[in-house]
Structure formats: C-alpha cells, structure tokens
C-alpha cells in the first residue's frame, strides 16, 4: 500500500492564481481530512469528507473548495490564492470515525 | 477559542530519562485523545490514543494519562531516546460526531540529547 500521497510536494502561485492539491489513498477509508500548517501552530481542519459525494467545512474553509467523487480521491481546490494561504497542506484519512488518521507527506505552498 | 492547547513549545531531556507532555483541552465534548508525532518535512504520525472511559493507556514505552476533572493529558516516554525528537501534537475529538474531525494543539518540540 502507497497509504496517503500528495501532490505536488511544493508549489509557489501568485495571488489571484489557482490550483488543485491532490491526494488519493489506497486503503479503502471512508474518512479523508484536509489541515493546514501554519508555523509554530497546529494542525486546522479545512474540509472533510465522511464519503464519496458527503463533504462538510471544517474550521478554515474559506478560499478553498473539496468534492469527493471516489472513495481514492480527495483533491483540495484553492480558487483564488492569497498570501494567507501559504502554509503546509496536509491530507489525512481514516477507515472509520473510531480509527485514527493516517496524513499525508504535505504539500508545501507559497502564495507570493 | 483555542480548544486544545499544550503550553510547553519546547522540552528537552536527556536520553534514558522520562519526557513528560502535557495537553489541556477546553470542550467538555472531547471524549477521544490522541497524540501524533512530526518529523521534519513529513506528516504526523499516529502514536498512540485514549477514551474517555479510560485514565491510562499503555503502549511499550509510551503512556497516556487522562484527568477528566481537570480536562488534561499527558504522554510520558521512558526511556526517552533521540529518535524520539520530533514534535508531538495531542489532538481531540468528539467521538458521536466524528474522530475524523480533529482538534489539534500547537506541538510540542522534544529534543532528546545523547
């Protein structure tokens, strides 16, 4: 098993520029999570996804937008970049609400 | 409102000795604790986790210990070894909505020297 990729690893946008942060997993969960990783401070949840075609905002979800159309696939759209959306991205999944998370290597994105 | 919060962003100790982390939590939902661990340019991983039912969990040389009544936790490694510097985040969530859906505290970076 491959567990959670990410893609890209890093990636600089200008503002106003978007893009799609991808991650996929392979282990047949149902859960997937997007955080953001701000320096010195924790992880924030973004979007979640409880299955294919369920999604619901976590704490910091405005300027990014997710849909779930497979159970693999999870990706992270950002619509329109600012400098306030430079930070680690982080991808998490798990089997069931119980189980614990399984992250990402994240992905790194500056917005200059 | 921060929800969950570990106060120490730094603890250092000797290797062979005990680290002790701490974590208070606010929300009086939170009923599942867990910790991860973070190396550099990686995401965290699980370490290991505590219900609500319970005041202790054990898992080799780590322990969680849960106070429901003061709303704290902690991990405690021993022996502590090098390897074991990274920077751990507790995390919590209530269980009837979705564990999936996480609180995180800022970390704390332990460094463990030889």
């Known amino acids: 098993n491959a567990g959670v990729t990410q893609t890209p690893k890093f990636q600089v946008l200008k503002t106003g520029q978007s893009m799609t942060l991808q991650c996929a997993q392979d282990m047949n969960h149902e859960y997937m999570s997007w955080y953001r990783q701000d320096p010195g401070m924790g992880l924030r949840l973004i979007h979640y996804s409880v299955g294919a075609g369920i999604t619901d905002q976590g704490e910091v979800p405005n300027g990014y937008n997710v849909s779930r159309s497979t159970t693999e696939d999870f990706p992270l759209r950002l619509l329109s970049a600012a400098p306030s959306q430079t930070s680690v991205y982080f991808c998490?999944?798990?089997?069931?609400?119980?189980?614990?998370?399984?992250f990402g290597p994240g992905t790194r994105l500056t917005v200059l | 409102d921060q929800q969950v919060k570990q106060n120490s962003p730094s603890l250092s100790v000797q290797e062979g000795r005990i680290s002790i982390l701490n974590c208070d939590y606010t929300?009086?939902?939170?009923?599942?604790f867990l910790w991860y661990k973070k190396y550099p340019a990686e995401g965290p991983t699980f370490l290991i986790s505590i219900s609500s039912i319970k005041d202790k969990n054990e898992d080799g040389r780590f322990t969680v210990f849960l106070n429901k009544s003061a709303k704290h936790l902690s991990l405690h490694i021993v022996p502590s070894q090098p390897g074991d510097s990274a920077v751990y985040f507790c995390a919590a969530s209530a269980y009837m909505t979705n564990a999936g859906k996480s609180t995180f505290g800022d970390g704390t970076t332990l460094t463990v020297k030889p």
């Open positions: 998490a999944s798990s089997y069931s609400r119980s189980d614990t998370q399984y």
């Open positions: 929300n009086s939902m939170f009923d599942y």
